[in-house]
């Protein structure tokens, strides 16, 4: 556990720069913007009270380090975004298909399957090397030879069979 002299923890903030900083570096952003979820319930909370009812709540120790991961952001002169009432989930595929509408490349930097049903010819998912490893790059190749399906649009098909204990 990592932690700062006033023994806060900065796990997630060191992890969090380290994984930005090599985007960065290695891509070079013409646009970029940073997506956190807004303080909140959202939309679906509204719509079924029991959304992500299962799912474990975020540990202190992570909760508190984020406005820190804010301050990483802007110590970047980077936009940081944050709509409330929606997720970053949605805020970023929103972000992703109109850029993709205006042809531009997008890249969406994450790690969580559920991003795979946004892939396309313009919209790639990075998914960040763990502890500073390689990271991949999922295409429309690489989503279909992944989930075992012929079709991007089967994504949320496959993931819908699978389930999501945490969902």
Do not use: C
């Amino acid at each position: 556990n990592l932690t700062d002299n006033q023994n806060r923890p900065t796990n997630a903030v060191f992890g969090f720069t380290r994984i930005l900083l090599k985007i960065l570096k290695e891509h070079d952003p013409k646009y970029i913007t940073v997506v956190f979820d807004a303080p909140g319930k959202n939309f679906r909370h509204e719509m079924y009270p029991e959304y992500k009812a299962t799912r474990a709540a975020a540990v202190p120790e992570f909760l508190e380090q984020i406005p820190r991961m804010y301050e990483v952001v802007q110590a970047l002169n980077l936009p940081l975004t944050l709509v409330p009432g929606v997720e970053a989930d949605d805020v970023i595929g929103t972000l992703a298909k109109k850029a993709e509408n205006n042809d531009f490349k997008v890249y969406m930097i994450t790690s969580d399957k559920d991003y795979a049903q946004l892939v396309s010819d313009r919209v790639v998912m990075l998914r960040p090397g763990r502890s500073g490893g390689k990271s991949e790059v999922w295409g429309v190749a690489e989503v279909l030879d992944r989930f075992g399906i012929e079709r991007v649009d089967q994504v949320v098909d496959i993931l819908g069979l699978m389930g999501d204990a945490s969902d």
